[in-house]
């Protein structure tokens, strides 16, 4: 981030911009403020104050800025005094410095491409037997896509991939989807989802210790690993690495995935011309990742020192929110921004943020999304949706925005 010399006039804090009703976003106020306010002093939904950043090299720097740290998300915003509850374990997205390359270490070679490709064929499987199940019960060829298709794949695969049994969904998924929610909730609540998730994690570990012949997953490798002398891993990275996966790699696949494919039945030149011709899908996909926010406003960061920005002092302690779904929209970096270009390339979004904490499961999120994709055009090469799009009900439950609801003919 570049630094400054000439201190801006102090303005009274904005509130976070909304996402305009019935949208995934970005929300449109973030066009002005890329020009006119880079660097704003916003009203966060719990009533802290955080430092929007809007522009795509502000965002990109901050993510890989070591003097901006992310906090706890349960020692956050800090307590005073002996109210302070005691933390909770750091999730992968919350560790810093050693402890978190030591972490990284060890689960990245886990998310590669290469070690990746064994999902492929077995996400087609999923995403086939999703397709099958729903046409088979639609003679009138009509369905919701959301209920049958987007909402079960991604549990499903995460639980294939890390060794996450899909049995215990009714276990973590209500504190995951209470942790997505966090902006709305009292400290009390989240600690709470946080411990629950914890336990559950634990509880999961032993049962897999337990069981010496169960196959072999990533929870497994992670924790022979951790077994290893002089291993960098230890039993609780584990238990952070499931509560990590639990909360990032579900629902916002699962609102992404819907919000993708929503995007696709609404630009139907496009979508003819990718099912004309797939071996574009992955490009095309990348492009729905710039295109269709992951998040709107919800990656807290943290000064641990003084620093100026576009004339603005931030000072230690604040918080500092780098806003992709703005930055992916921005003109300085993008050509025609606002417009959906399929082949659009290079395309350096910043969906997965970047730097250190950059996501970890990018490639299993785009090689899902490119699956679900192209099993869908081969199997309903006709799919269209069965209602206008300005009709559809709206999942607005959490900054994640979907349709709740995907009706389609084929």
Not at 177 to 184: D, E, I, K, N, V
Not at 233 to 245: A, E, G, P, Q, Y
Not at 277 to 288: R, W
């Amino acid at each position: 981030m570049t630094d400054t010399a000439v201190p801006a006039p102090a303005l009274a804090p904005i509130p976070v911009p909304e996402v305009e009703p019935g949208t995934a976003g970005p929300p449109c106020a973030y066009a002005r403020l890329r020009v006119e306010q880079p660097v704003a002093e916003a009203r966060l939904p719990n009533g802290e104050t955080a430092w929007l950043l809007s522009r795509y090299e502000d965002a990109r720097a901050a993510f890989a800025d070591p003097r901006l740290v992310r906090p706890l998300l349960s020692a956050w915003p800090p307590a005073e005094g002996d109210d302070a509850p005691p933390p909770c374990l750091p999730t992968f997205l919350e560790m810093t410095g050693e402890h978190h390359e030591r972490v990284r270490r060890a689960v990245l070679p886990l998310f590669g491409r290469g070690r990746l490709e064994f999902m492929r064929p077995r996400i087609r499987a999923i995403a086939q037997e999703l397709i099958d199940a729903m046409t088979a019960a639609a003679p009138d060829r009509t369905a919701d896509l959301v209920a049958a298709y987007v909402e079960p794949l991604p549990l499903r695969v995460l639980c294939e991939t890390i060794g996450l049994p899909h049995q215990d969904r009714d276990r973590y998924l209500p504190h995951t989807l209470t942790l997505l929610s966090a902006a709305g909730l009292s400290t009390d609540e989240i600690l709470a989802a946080l411990y629950a998730l914890q336990d559950y994690a634990s509880e999961l570990i032993t049962r897999k210790e337990a069981e010496a012949d169960g196959e072999e997953d990533h929870i497994r490798l992670l924790l022979a690993e951790s077994r290893r002398p002089g291993a960098g891993l230890t039993r609780d990275d584990v238990v952070s690495f499931i509560v990590t996966m639990l909360m990032a790699g579900y629902k916002t696949n699962m609102q992404h995935t819907g919000n993708a494919l929503l995007t696709l039945l609404t630009h139907p030149d496009q979508l003819h011309r990718l099912r004309e011709h797939p071996a574009g899908i992955p490009t095309a996909v990348d492009e729905l990742l710039r295109h269709v926010p992951l998040m709107n406003a919800i990656n807290i960061l943290v000064a641990e020192e003084d620093l100026t920005l576009h004339g603005q002092r931030i000072r230690a302690g604040d918080a500092v929110v780098p806003v992709p779904a703005s930055a992916n929209r921005d003109p300085e970096a993008f050509t025609d921004p606002d417009r959906l270009d399929l082949t659009r390339t290079p395309n350096p979004h910043l969906a997965f943020g970047h730097g250190p904490h950059a996501c970890t499961g990018a490639h299993l999120t785009r090689m899902q999304l490119a699956v679900v994709i192209q099993v869908l055009l081969e199997e309903l090469p006709g799919v269209e949706l069965a209602e206008p799009a300005e009709s559809l009900p709206w999942d607005e439950t959490t900054p994640l925005r979907a349709p709740a609801r995907l009706p389609v003919r084929w």
